[in-house]
């Protein structure tokens, strides 16, 4: 199930490593649970295991440095720093779990009725929610120590209560999400009651932030609580307090500085503790795997003749994934070359790495020559002057392309500067036109947000023309948007190279576009070309059975209610290539050779049966 | 802009409305008389109800709100119980001090938290890491702490810098510097660390979009797709946590100026606390809260600002 999550998007199997691979427990989790054991052990223990009586003063041995007999010193009254220290951990621990446990249960409770009951309740609470976080909190707390008197564990109880807003914006959150969800509805429908939905299915859905949450909580309540007890508002002197212990250390720093180690050291490494927790649960990006160089034998780049970027045996890794398994293809000037595949088959890696745009730890290998410069393994420096005209890139996704600060104007502007324009105001209105927009000043004037799909990709491809680039990569440049739209798109891109003689690098997984705007076109599996040719060659004849079936699988006009023909299974994840054909588990044509033998891409293809040219075609005029 | 600074103006009403009722209710809501509380152990019944009578609060507890609420609409907080003085001109007296080191604090921690916070972002690696961990450590050390260990080495080592004291930036523009130095550092340190690693997160979260492909695709610089096109977007979530920032910054005031001997707001509150001088600590909670409604404001302006999309809709 995994696999197929992770195959399916590429972009996120760059996200996270393979599930299924071991992950060692984080070394700052360990750390800091480990800090927070101790000190609990030691506070529970401190009548048993301090060496000291933290109160019996010993005046002869007042302000002494760590010894043998006091471990951490003595303070200025000769008691030993290392018992008080023990013995003041419970207070400080109890208080923050007193603070703690009033914020989860005030907030975790009114969260949870409010997200999932909605209404006027939850405007109500969210409302008081947003003012107790806008309190300025410790001038509250000095307030209820005012009128309650020195006991630090009423501020902690009336610090909980300033917490619970953060606690409740959490679980109403995460309450409000889930209700919207499917199984919560179905649970409902199936006469399940709503309270036990909340604790079996909306609670265990918000553990991890609320574990977060109550981490830095716990840390800011360490921090305060001793900063009230430095301030003198904990409980009276004799009694072994962190925070007043900071504070005795304070009046005799000329006498002894060694003094403020250990009670501001156990204080910060605690406070740390608690935060290195919250941090590691937060960090749920993948750390990053070591990249490893592989001895590989460059084969000389044969460019092919006429073309204007040419790709050789390239390959793309991510650590130990290879997701681009030595691709090789040519585009050349006024043609376009198309990529076909399913999700997952590394289309838009390989066109991220024509551009060189691959994020920062993938691995290239191979070759990209544009234009007799080679590119792959170029400087970012070297890349930045090819990008824009040399070669552009046009995304999937028009609004999300655009940077939403900047007025389209502008965003046209700079790259125009950038390439030598020396009115980039009258250009940046030209080019918009260019691509179709009638009223191009106003879309100048314009933000992404306030523009539709179709007119966002426009502006992009405006934006990619700045530098009058020789090739232009277009990764589903029309999977985002209407029909309609599309073909005005693919137009536009027609129309360009036309004009240009631009070569276009199409990458999609819809042959209607391929047989619309293609010359040429190369399908790819499981991060290999398996068949390449001329577009109504393959469309033709293909002969590479996944080519076959991709093809039969298109859903035809006449059809009624005839189930669609997919192909059975999915495109195996990067993990799990081999060496043989990666199609074989799923092509109906697979012998026992095919799981044997590598293949290699010969005429054209890379099978060991390819389909019978002949037999294809009458097959496919016959329909 | 003018409808947005109104609109946030008469939104700030509630807030000011809930400080007061909790200024009042937590005088209320406490077992036993706040007048016994204010004169300890020892005090005489007498004396007790001598007191609850001045400070009214033998009256009912609805009639004693309204009469709360009129005095603070009035602008009469009531007298110290410390010093007798009007609470209204204490805490004005004390606010130059603590808005001097809260502004300032503030403006400093965000241009150096946000330049920290984009290098970990881009550069990566040791550097980052380095970074990371810094800005962790620094969040866990507690204020009071670090600024008497910064005393102990800039006064007490070193002599470079005063240990003590405060001079009005009127009287020497230096020497009221060079006071401050030890304080702002103290105090900014922590909120340095907050803010690197918030700009830390929302670069990382910018710098994944594709629009910083697109800007790449088309041979935008480096330099430009960091600093002028990510950290821009990256503000957005930044600045709306300035006002958090300065939340905490008035809290770091309160441990600073006790250990620095700065007579400023944060001063009189822990004066006041240890006193029981429960006026004077309402005066300075509502006029706390008009400085933090000031601040949001400003923030959403900023935002404002930054955000097109605010701007427009």
């Not at chain 1, 060692?24 to 401190?46: K, N, S, Y």
């Not at chain 1, 398994?325 to 006024?334: I, K, N, Q, R, S």
């Not at chain 1, 129309?495 to 010359?519: K, S």
């Not at chain 1, 023909?565 to 060496?579: F, L, N, Q, R």
Request: glycine share 8%.
């Amino acid at each position: 199930m995994t696999h197929s999550v992770a195959a399916a998007d590429p972009a996120k199997m760059l996200a996270a490593p393979p599930a299924h691979r071991f992950r060692r427990p984080d070394t700052r989790l360990v750390l800091g649970l480990g800090w927070i054991v101790l000190l609990l052990l030691g506070a529970l223990l401190a009548p048993v295991v301090a060496p000291h009586d933290p109160l019996a003063s010993d005046i002869g041995a007042s302000l002494q440095g760590p010894s043998g007999t006091y471990w951490l010193g003595t303070d200025n009254l000769g008691r030993d720093v290392f018992s008080r220290l023990l013995h003041g951990a419970g207070s400080a621990i109890g208080g923050v779990l007193v603070a703690i446990a009033v914020g989860l249960a005030l907030g975790l409770t009114i969260g949870v009725v409010a997200g999932y009951v909605g209404g006027w309740f939850d405007t109500l609470t969210s409302r008081i929610a947003d003012l107790i976080l806008a309190l300025p909190g410790i001038l509250l707390l000095l307030l209820v120590l005012a009128v309650l008197g020195r006991d630090l564990t009423y501020a902690m109880i009336a610090y909980g209560f300033l917490v619970s807003a953060a606690f409740f914006r959490l679980a109403r959150a995460g309450a409000a999400e889930v209700r919207h969800e499917l199984f919560v509805d179905a649970a409902t429908v199936a006469g399940v009651s709503p309270a036990w939905t909340l604790v079996r299915h909306v609670l265990p859905n918000m553990i991890r932030p609320i574990v977060v949450q109550a981490s830095l909580t716990a840390s800011t309540a360490l921090l305060l609580q001793a900063g009230l007890s430095f301030l003198g508002l904990g409980a009276p002197p004799p009694a072994p307090q962190w925070g007043a212990m900071v504070q005795e250390a304070s009046q005799y720093l000329y006498q002894s500085p060694w003094l403020m180690v250990p009670t501001g050291g156990v204080i910060v490494l605690t406070a740390l503790a608690f935060n290195l927790v919250g941090d590691a649960l937060t960090d749920e990006r993948a750390r990053p795997v070591a990249v490893r160089d592989r001895e590989t034998v460059r084969p000389e780049p044969a460019v092919p003749e006429g073309s204007v970027l040419a790709a050789t045996d390239l390959r793309v890794s991510f650590g130990d994934l290879t997701v681009v398994d030595g691709v090789t293809l040519a585009a050349h000037p006024g043609r376009t070359l198309a990529l076909v595949g399913e999700s997952g088959c590394g289309k838009t890696l390989t066109a991220l790495a024509l551009a060189g745009l691959l994020p920062p730890d993938a691995h290239v290998d191979g070759s990209v020559v544009l234009d007799g410069r080679e590119l792959a393994g170029a400087s970012e420096k070297e890349l930045e002057s090819v990008r824009g005209n040399g070669i552009a890139y046009i995304s999937q996704e028009p609004i999300a392309s655009l940077d939403p600060s900047y007025s389209i104007g502008s965003q046209l502007r700079e790259p125009l500067k950038l390439h030598g324009s020396t009115a980039p105001r009258t250009e940046a209105v030209e080019l918009l036109r260019r691509v179709g927009i009638a009223d191009a000043e106003g879309v100048a004037r314009s933000f992404p947000h306030q523009l539709s799909g179709g007119m966002a990709q426009r502006v992009a491809i405006a934006i990619a023309l700045t530098g009058r680039p020789r090739v232009l990569i277009a990764d589903e440049p029309t999977t985002a948007l209407d029909v309609t739209v599309q073909a005005e798109i693919l137009d536009l891109l027609r129309e360009i190279q036309a004009q240009d003689g631009t070569a276009v690098v199409l990458v999609t997984h819809d042959w209607g576009v391929v047989a619309d705007v293609a010359d040429e076109v190369a399908v790819m599996y499981a991060g290999q070309v398996v068949e390449h040719g001329t577009v109504a060659e393959v469309i033709a004849a293909p002969r590479h059975p996944y080519t076959r079936d991709l093809l039969a699988a298109l859903p035809e006009p006449g059809q009624g209610r005839a189930p669609l023909p997919t192909i059975p299974g999915s495109v195996p994840p990067p993990a799990e290539w081999v060496p043989t054909c990666r199609y074989a588990n799923r092509c109906t044509d697979a012998t026992e050779e095919c799981l044997l033998h590598p293949v290699v891409l010969a005429d054209r293809v890379r099978c060991l049966h390819p389909v019978a040219q002949k037999e294809e075609s009458w097959q496919l005029s016959s329909r | 802009m003018l409808r947005l600074i109104g609109r946030r103006l008469v939104e700030s009403v509630p807030l000011m409305i809930v400080v007061c009722a909790i200024t009042f209710l937590l005088v209320q809501l406490i077992p036993g008389s706040p007048a016994a509380t204010i004169l300890g152990n020892q005090a005489t019944p007498e004396a007790i109800a001598r007191l609850e009578q001045e400070m009214g609060l033998d009256r009912p507890p609805l009639e004693q709100l309204f009469v709360w609420f009129g005095q603070v609409l009035t602008g009469d907080l009531g007298n110290s119980l410390l010093t007798g003085s009007d609470v209204n001109e204490v805490v004005a007296s004390r606010m130059p001090i603590t808005m001097s080191l809260a502004i300032i604090a503030c403006l400093l921690s965000a241009v150096l938290g946000i330049w920290v916070g984009v290098v970990a972002a881009t550069r990566g690696g040791l550097l980052d890491r380095i970074l990371t961990t810094g800005s962790g450590v620094g969040l866990a050390l507690p204020t009071f702490w670090l600024a008497v260990v910064l005393v102990l080495v800039f006064s007490i080592w070193l002599r470079w810098l005063p240990a003590t004291g405060y001079t009005p930036f009127l009287t020497d523009p230096v020497a009221w510097l060079v006071h401050l130095v030890l304080p702002l550092t103290a105090l900014c340190l922590i909120q340095v660390a907050a803010v690197a690693r918030q700009t830390r997160v929302a670069m990382r979260d910018e710098l994944d979009r594709p629009y910083i492909r697109s800007l790449r695709a088309v041979g935008v610089p480096r330099r430009s797709v960091v600093w002028k096109h990510a950290l821009r977007n990256a503000a957005i979530p930044v600045c709306t946590t300035l006002g958090l920032q300065f939340i905490g910054v008035l809290g770091g005031a309160v441990v600073i100026e006790q250990v620095f001997a700065l007579g400023g707001v944060g001063a009189l509150t822990v004066e006041a606390a240890s006193a029981h001088d429960i006026p004077t600590i309402q005066g300075v909670v509502i006029y706390s809260t008009a400085a933090v409604i000031a601040v949001n404001l400003v923030v959403d302006i900023l935002t404002y600002a930054l955000s097109p999309k605010a701007r427009v809709s």
